[in-house]
Antibody, heavy 123, light 107 residues
Framework: QVQLVESGGGVVPPGGSLRLSCAASGFTFSSYGMHWVRQAPVKGLEWVAFMRYDGSIHYYGDSVQGRFTISRDNSKNTLYLQMNSLRTDDTALYYC????????????????WGQGILVTVSS | DIQMTQSPSSLSASVGDRVTITCRTSQSISNYLNWYQQKPGKAPKLLIFDASSLRSGVPSKFSGSGSGTDFTLTISSLQPEDFATYYCQQSYSIPHTFGGGTNVEIK
């Protein structure tokens, strides 16, 4: 079955950087677009970023555009999120999620999710 | 960006009740609307995509309808395992925004 396991979270001071990883298994990773979604404590969901299955297209949410970079290594079945210039309002549980559609030109719905990894931005 | 307005933000209902949650978008999104269920401490789960298509394995008590700017999620007969927070999300344009959520509680 689909498994998505996030890692790389932790506590970082404002202005710092962090790289999240998402190890995928149970499906053909190179055939699916992948997303990052976050959820601040006791808050709702916020869509963060998407990368197409072949890495050729990526999109970002407004609040992270220019600071976060999504990437993937299809040879390692791994998705990444490089987070720079972190702010206190980036504090959240970050989920990695697999798109529903195989080999799709763009993002659709989020079919499978990891359990999330906590990022805390604090001095 | 497309704004998503879910209502109500919370509701109390009894086992066996029929429950309806509404999602309104700030502009027309055709049928590019998804619904998710999230239980406390767990990741969200996709219930419905393309406004009315039930994801494989999701019980048929869940149904979705609507197009354009107004959408609904209906749970035909609420069961104990359905008490959770429900989110709508548009996949029409970037960024793929979520609604604020509807917390369904036990009356």
């Amino acid at each position: 079955q689909v498994q998505l396991v996030e890692s790389g979270g932790g506590v970082v001071p404002p202005g710092g950087s962090l790289r999240l990883s998402c190890a995928a298994s149970g499906f053909t990773f190179s055939s699916y677009g992948m997303h990052w979604v976050r959820q601040a404590p006791v808050k709702g969901l916020e869509w963060v970023a998407f990368m197409r299955y072949d890495g050729s297209i990526h999109y970002y949410g407004d609040s992270v555009q220019g600071r976060f970079t999504i990437s993937r290594d299809n040879s390692k079945n791994t998705l990444y999120l490089q987070m720079n210039s972190l702010r206190t309002d980036d504090t959240a549980l970050y989920y990695c999620a697999k798109d529903r559609l195989r080999a799709a030109p763009g993002p659709a719905s989020l079919a499978d999710w990891g359990q999330g990894i906590l990022v805390t931005v604090s001095s | 960006d497309i704004q998503m307005t879910q209502s109500p933000s919370s509701l109390s209902a009894s086992v066996g009740d029929r429950v309806t949650i509404t999602c309104r978008t700030s502009q027309s999104i055709s049928n590019y609307l998804n619904w998710y269920q999230q239980k406390p401490g767990k990741a969200p789960k996709l219930l419905i995509f393309d406004a009315s298509s039930l994801r494989s394995g999701v019980p048929s008590k869940f149904s979705g309808s609507g197009s354009g700017t107004d959408f609904t999620l209906t749970i035909s007969s609420l069961q104990p395992e359905d008490f959770a927070t429900y989110y709508c999300q548009q996949s029409y344009s970037i960024p793929h925004t979520f609604g604020g959520g509807t917390n369904v509680e036990i009356k």
